[in-house]
Structure formats: C-alpha cells, structure tokens
C-alpha cells in the first residue's frame, strides 16, 4: 500500500467505502510481491496494481463486489488450463489476494498508518486471512504499542512478538497459528505487511553522475542524501528528487549520521577526487552498509585501493567497495551509469546472475540474499573515465 498511500488517504478521507486488494502471499514467478495493492473506489476507479495486468480485471470486479456486500474475500489466482480467457497467471505463478473493504468505520486506524509511513516510523498491520477467526480482523502494530484485535488475548499478544520481529528486518509475510495464537499449529494464518522507513541512499560528490543516481534512487524507494563540501555545487536545485542536500566533507557528514547508517543503506562515492573518496570511504567501511560503491576508472581505483591501504584499512574491508562502480552495461552518460548502478544494488539484493534472462534458465525471481542466509559478495565492475 505504500505506494499508492496519497491515493487511498484521499478515499478514506472522503469518508467513502473503497475497497482495497493486496497480494498476502505469491509462489513462482509471481509478477507483484506481497504487500502489492490495488484501491477501487465506489465510482469505479481503480489505483495500483497486484499484478502487473494479468489478474487485474478479476479483482477489480471482485473489489466492486466486496464494496457492495461489505464482506472481506480471500482469492487464488493462477494458471489456467481448462480456459484461455479465464483469469490467470500466464508466468506460471499463483497469487493470493485479499480484497477488504474500507472506511473510517471498518478500519479506523488506516490514517495513523498512513501517518507513521509518511512519517517514516515503523508500523506493521496484522490481519487475518484464513481460519478459525473473523477474516479481515485486524491489529496495527508499533515497536512500543499495539490497537485493535485479532479476536483473542493470547493471539495478539503472540503476533505482536512475531510481528515486531517481522518489522525490525523489514520483512511482509503470512504467520500461522493455532485458533488462540499457539506456535505449533497452523489452522489460523495472519498476513502481516510491515512498513518499515524506506532504506537511505547517501551519495556522495555533487555533480552530474550523481544527479542520475539520486534521480534512479528515489524511483527505487531510497530515501536519498546528497552531500558535498562545495555549497556552490550541493544545491536542492540541482538535486530535485533527493529527500536532502547538504553541505559538508562527506567524512564528516557519516560519522554524524554513523548510528542511523544500517545493513539496507546504499553508499555512492562519486567524488571522483581522492581528497574527498578516500576519507569518506574510510568512514564508509566502519558502518555496516549493505552497499558501498565509487566511481572511477580502473587507475583510480588501484590508486583509490593503495591511498586506503597506507591508511590502514584491511583487505576484508576493502572487499566490501565495488569499484567501479555498477553492472558492466556499456554506460556512458550519466543516466545509462545511473541504471548500471541500479542494477548492481537490485542484484546485491536478489542475487541475479547479471546476465541476459533469455540466457539463463530455472526461476526468473529469487528470494533476497539476506533471507537465505548468503551473505552480499563484493565485487567490481565497469570502467569509469
């Protein structure tokens, strides 16, 4: 729901019954990943999407339906051999959607979620979606407090723990229960979408690349900061899509902001100029930022790697930058540099060969590294000039 949040506020507020569809649970290769939503107002206007427009249609007209009954729906969708035309995932995944209808009076704690995500405070929602409980029963959850119910005590108070654990790594799933929240059973399932602050992008070097890469940045969900020590260069001006731009030696700029720098931060250093990439790296590698990336040919790079190593940085840290930075597509203008540094963090996180699809075989969507347990692997990349 978090992208389309605007949208639905602005239904919820006109004090209308909308209904809202959202992907609680996804096998193979399913186009949208849980969490993944689609409102329907009243008037028939539809906003967001489940599944990239295979099963659209379908849950839209469920959603009319829900609207006029008041009644939540649990729906499966997948392949379908008896009929061509059926509703169906031609990719060869099954989705599973929940559409629910929504008001100020059915789900009264929707603007307070609304809020904290706009906020960028974390919040989860758990409702249940199969079993013995009331379907659409509903619990908002907060790392220091809880409001509504699942329909017991010993429930919430179980999916309340499981829930903050969920939150705390970022993670949306479905939890499964027995009727009064006994771990060892699985009558009662519970979809529990966590939204979490969205990961930091910290770029670092105000100049044209890094425009580029705050612009893919924020279209990927990044928070992002822009920073440079020259305020002639680090305006918000020249930096539009960045959350913040500001003005000071990148060194100094991480170790102020050391404590909020985490596993899902992105690091960009773009400087380009060994006065500013070679402490501002050094500051880098003693977070734990799940990415660290700098720009450069492959001379500044072997240069960039021996400055860090006179200064004392281990070899196991510097195994942590990927320089140069990026996948090796061919990029040349700061836009096509943009994309290959885009590339290189969704396949840190998903684990893509890089390699054209039509090449490789086996499933086309993986599970995040991190969820299996593999750690991120540095690695180098293209040249830079």
């Known amino acids: 729901m978090r992208d389309i949040r605007g949208s639905v506020a602005k239904l919820y507020a006109s004090g209308e019954t909308f209904a809202l569809a959202t992907v609680i649970e996804t096998y193979k290769s399913a186009p949208r990943e849980a969490g993944a939503a689609m409102a329907v107002s009243a008037s028939g206007e539809a906003i967001g999407s489940v599944s990239g427009g295979c099963v659209e249609g379908a849950v839209y007209a469920l959603a009319q339906e829900v609207i006029a009954s008041g009644q939540p729906v649990r729906e499966r969708y997948g392949v379908s051999d008896d009929d061509a035309f059926a509703a169906g995932l031609t990719c060869g995944g099954t989705l599973h959607v929940l559409v629910e209808p929504v008001s ?64 705390a790594q ?9 009727a009064d929240g006994q771990r060892r059973r699985d009558e009662l399932e519970v979809f529990v979408q966590s939204f979490t602050p969205p990961p930091r992008m910290l770029v670092f070097g105000a100049i044209d690349f890094a425009a580029a890469v705050a612009d893919i940045g924020a279209y990927l969900g990044y928070r992002v900061t822009v920073c440079d020590a020259r305020p002639v260069f680090a305006t918000s001006k020249r930096f539009p899509k ?14 102020e902001i050391e404590a909020r720098i985490d596993e899902r931060t992105a690091i960009c250093v773009l400087t380009h100029d060994p006065k500013f990439d070679v402490p501002v790296l050094q500051a880098a590698l003693r977070t734990p930022a799940g990415y660290i990336g700098a720009m450069g040919s492959r001379r500044t790079h072997d240069d960039r790697m021996a400055r860090l190593r006179e ?14 930075i990026g996948l090796d597509l061919g990029a040349r203008t700061p836009e096509e540099t943009a994309v290959s540094v885009a590339a290189e963090l969704i396949q840190s996180r998903w684990g893509g060969s890089g390699r054209p699809l039509s090449t490789t075989s086996g499933r086309i969507h993986n599970e995040p590294l991190t969820s299996r347990g593999t750690p991120v692997a540095a690695g180098a990349a293209e040249t830079r000039a």
Do not use: C, F, M
């Open 170 to 178: 970022g993670s949306t799933g479905i939890l499964r229960y027995g």
């Open 311 to 324: 200064a004392g940085v281990s070899e196991e840290r510097l195994a942590r930058v990927r320089s140069p």
């Open 242 to 255: 960045a959350d913040e731009v500001v003005v000071k030696w990148p060194h100094v700029y991480i170790s």
């Open 104 to 167: 100020r009076t059915l789900y009264p704690e929707l603007s307070e979620v609304v809020a904290a995500i706009n906020a960028h405070e974390p919040i989860a929602v758990a409702t249940i979606v199969a079993g013995p409980r009331q379907l659409g029963a509903r619990r908002v959850i907060r790392p220091d407090r809880a409001e509504g119910t699942l329909g017991g005590d010993r429930l919430d108070s179980a999916v309340d723990d499981d829930a903050r654990g969920l939150l």
